[in-house]
Every structure is written in C-alpha cells, then in structure tokens.
C-alpha cells in the first residue's frame, strides 16, 4: 500500500492564481481530510469528507473548494490564491468505523505552498 | 470552545532520561486523546490512543497517562534516544464532530547525546 500520497512536493503561486493539490488513498478509509499547518498555530482542519459526495467545513475553509467523486481521491482547490495562504498542507485519511483504535488518521507527506 | 495546549514549545534533554510531555485541554470531556510525532518535513505519524476509562497505555518505551479530572495527558518516553528527537503533537477530537481532531501546537523534543 502507498498509503496517502500528496502531489506537489512543492509549489509557488502568484496571487490570484488558481490551483489544485492532490490527494490519494489507497486504504478504502471513508474519512478524509485537509489541514494546513503555519508556525506557531499548529495543524487546522479546512475540509473534510466521510464518503463519496459528502464534504463538510472544518475551522479554516475560506478560499478552498473541495469535492469527493470518488473514495480514493479528495483533492482541495485553491480558487484565487492569497499570501495568507502560504503554508503546508497535509491530508489524511482514517476509516469512519473499525475495531482497535479507529481514530488513527495516517498523514501524507505534506505540499509545501507558497503564494507571491 | 474547545482549546488545547502543549505546554512546551521545546523540551531539550539528555540521552537516557524520561522525557516528559504535557497536554491540557479546557471546556471538552474528549472520549479519547492522540499523539504523534512529526519530524520535520513530514507527516504526523500516529503513536498511541488513549480512552476516557483507560489510566495508562504503554508501548514499548512509550506511555500516556489520561487524567480526565485534570484534564491532562502526560506523554513519557523513557531511556530517551536522539533518534527520538521530533516535534509530538497531542490531539482530541472535536466535540460533535465525525471524529474531527483538533491538535495542539507540538512540542519539539531534542535528544543530545
């Protein structure tokens, strides 16, 4: 299993510009989630989603879009770039139910945004 | 709301202690509590979980205690390596949500050896 994958490693944008971050799961996990993380404020939920079609705001979704055609893939747009959207961003899955500890989210290995 | 804190923004010690992390959380009675270590460039990776019924979970030389009247859970990690050097991060989950987690702002453990 690859686990979560996230591409880009890296990207820089100009304000205004629009573009999308990919993410991919290949554990069949229903939960799904965006977080960015800035020095000093820790990981923040932007969206999430609990199965195909399904998405919801977390506590930072201003500026991006998300959708879930598919159990795989969630990915998170950026409509109109900002500065104050410079920051990493990480997704995460988990399953929605499950035996043991069925809240351990697994994390992909992050896109580091930048916006000029 | 719902806040949580890590108490240390850093915590430096020697190879071979007890290092000992500390997270408190304010207005939530979480049913569990998370910790995972990030190291950087990378990821938080899950570590261990612990319940609102549970006192204590080890594994290997790690151990959380949850003390839900002080609203706290302490994070050990015993006979310290500089391998163990990384930022951990406690995490509740948010109150109503579909198993939301709200993480704290890390503390950065540093190993010397």
């Known amino acids: 299993n690859a686990g979560v994958t996230q591409t880009p490693k890296f990207q820089v944008l100009k304000t205004g510009q629009s573009m999308t971050l990919q993410c991919a799961q290949d554990?069949?996990?229903?939960?799904m989630s965006w977080y960015r993380q800035d020095p000093g404020m820790g990981l923040r939920l932007i969206h999430y989603?609990?199965?195909?079609?399904?998405?919801d705001q977390g506590e930072v979704p201003n500026g991006y879009n998300v959708s879930r055609s598919t159990t795989e893939d969630f990915p998170l747009r950026l409509l109109s770039a900002a500065p104050s959207q410079t920051s990493v961003y990480f997704c995460?899955?988990?399953?929605?139910f499950g035996a043991g500890d069925p809240y351990e989210q697994y994390f992909g290995p992050g896109t580091r945004l930048t916006v000029t | 709301s719902q806040k949580i804190e890590q108490n240390s923004e850093a915590l430096n010690i020697q190879e071979g202690k007890t290092a000992t992390l500390t997270c408190n959380y304010t207005?939530?009675?979480?049913?569990?509590l998370q910790w995972y270590r990030q190291d950087p460039g990378r990821g938080p990776v899950f570590l261990l979980l612990?319940?609102?019924?549970?006192k204590e979970k080890r594994k290997e030389r790690l151990k959380v205690t949850f003390d839900t009247t002080l609203k706290q859970s302490l994070f050990h990690i015993t006979a310290s390596q500089p391998a163990d050097s990384a930022t951990y991060l406690c995490?509740?989950?948010?109150?109503?949500?579909?198993?939301?987690?709200?993480f704290g702002k890390g503390t950065k453990l540093s190993v010397k050896p």
């Open positions: 995460a899955s988990r399953p929605l």
């Open positions: 554990m069949n996990h229903e939960y």
């Open positions: 989603s609990v199965g195909a079609g399904i998405t």
């Open positions: 207005n939530y009675s979480p049913a569990y």
């Open positions: 612990i319940r609102e019924n549970e």
């Open positions: 995490a509740l989950e948010e109150g109503g949500s579909q198993g939301n987690l709200i």
